[in-house]
C-alpha cells in the first residue's frame, strides 16, 4: 500500500519506518519537500521512502498517518488539495499539546472538544481514526517493548475506517483482542486528555515503555 506520513518528528519516523519495514511503499511529509530530517531517513531507509511536502505526502497516500505536532495539526492538512483527502482514512496520532507557557505542556483543546474531532469536521468527507497517541512512539510499533499484555485504543466515525486501522495495528504487533474501540471520534477527547498523566507518569518513572492495561 502506499501511505503518506504526516510529520518528520520522532512519531512520524518510528512509523513511516515500521510501515517500509512491512512492504509499504511510504511518503514522508513535512513543510519543504526538502527537509532535511526527511531526506535523512530517505538516505538510511532505502527505495520505499520518499519524501515530499504535505501536500505532496496527501497525494501519494492511499491512507494517511497524521503524526504533526497537534498545535499544526490542522493548518498540515489544510495544505493539502481538498481532493486528495476525500474518501481516505487518516490515522491521528496527534496531541495538542501547549508548551507556550513552559513544561509540562497543557492541552491547547480539552473537555468538550478534541483534535481528533476538529480534523474530522474540517475534513468531513476524510475517515478520521484516532489511535496510538496514549503511548511512546517507540511502542505504538513494537508492543513487545512492554512486557504482557496491554492495550491500544481506536476510535473515529466510520467502522470499515476503524477496520482498516485496526489491521495496520495488527500487522504493527498488537493482539486483536488488545484493541479496544471506543466508539465514534468523539472518544478521542479522553484518549487525548490522558496524556498529562502519560507525561507525569513518563517523568516518575524515567522510561516511555510502560502502557495501558484494561484489567477486566
Same mark, same amino acid.
Given at each position: ?6 510529520? &518528520? ?25 526538502? /527537509?532535511?530530517?526527511?531526506? %535523512?531517513?530517505?538516505?538510511? &531507509? ?15 497516500? =492511499?491512507?494517511? @498517518?497524521?503524526? &504533526? /505536532?497537534? +498545535? ?10 481538498? %481532493? ?24 491547547? +483543546? ?15 468527507? &476524510?475517515? *478520521?481514526?484516532?489511535?496510538?497517541? !496514549?503511548? /511512546? ?11 504482557? %499484555?496491554?492495550? *491500544? @485504543? *481506536? ?14 495495528? =495488527?500487522? @504493527? ?12 471520534? !468523539?472518544?478521542?477527547?479522553? !484518549? ?21 492495561? +484494561? *484489567?477486566?
Amino acid at each position: 500500500m502506499k501511505i503518506g506520513v504526516q510529520g &518528520t518528528g520522532m512519531v512520524g519516523t518510528a512509523i513511516a519506518t515500521k510501515l517500509v519495514g512491512l512492504g509499504h511503499e511510504v511518503m514522508m511529509g513535512s513543510r519543504t519537500a526538502d /527537509n532535511e530530517g526527511a531526506a %535523512e531517513w530517505v538516505s538510511a &531507509t532505502g527505495p520505499s521512502a520518499r519524501q515530499g511536502s504535505f501536500a505532496d505526502a496527501a497525494a501519494f497516500g =492511499e491512507l494517511l @498517518f497524521n503524526c &504533526t /505536532n497537534g +498545535v499544526g495539526s490542522l493548518d498540515a492538512l489544510r495544505s493539502a488539495r481538498p %481532493e486528495d483527502l476525500v474518501g481516505k482514512v487518516l490515522i491521528d496520532v496527534a496531541n495538542a499539546l501547549d508548551v507556550s507557557q513552559g513544561m509540562p505542556p497543557s492541552l491547547s +483543546v480539552s473537555n468538550t472538544d478534541s483534535l481528533g474531532e476538529q480534523i474530522q469536521r474540517a475534513f468531513p468527507d &476524510t475517515r *478520521v481514526v484516532k489511535a496510538l497517541n !496514549t503511548m /511512546n512512539c517507540e511502542v505504538m510499533v513494537d508492543p513487545a517493548k512492554v512486557p504482557g %499484555e496491554h492495550d *491500544v @485504543f *481506536v476510535c473515529g466515525n466510520d467502522e470499515a475506517a476503524k477496520a482498516d486501522a485496526r489491521e495496520l495495528l =495488527e500487522s @504493527f504487533g498488537w493482539q486483536a483482542d488488545r484493541i479496544i474501540d471506543l466508539g465514534d471520534i !468523539t472518544s478521542a477527547r479522553g !484518549t487525548e486528555m490522558y496524556l498529562p498523566l502519560w507525561i507525569r507518569l513518563r517523568g516518575a518513572l524515567q522510561t516511555g515503555h510502560f502502557n495501558i492495561r +484494561v *484489567v477486566r
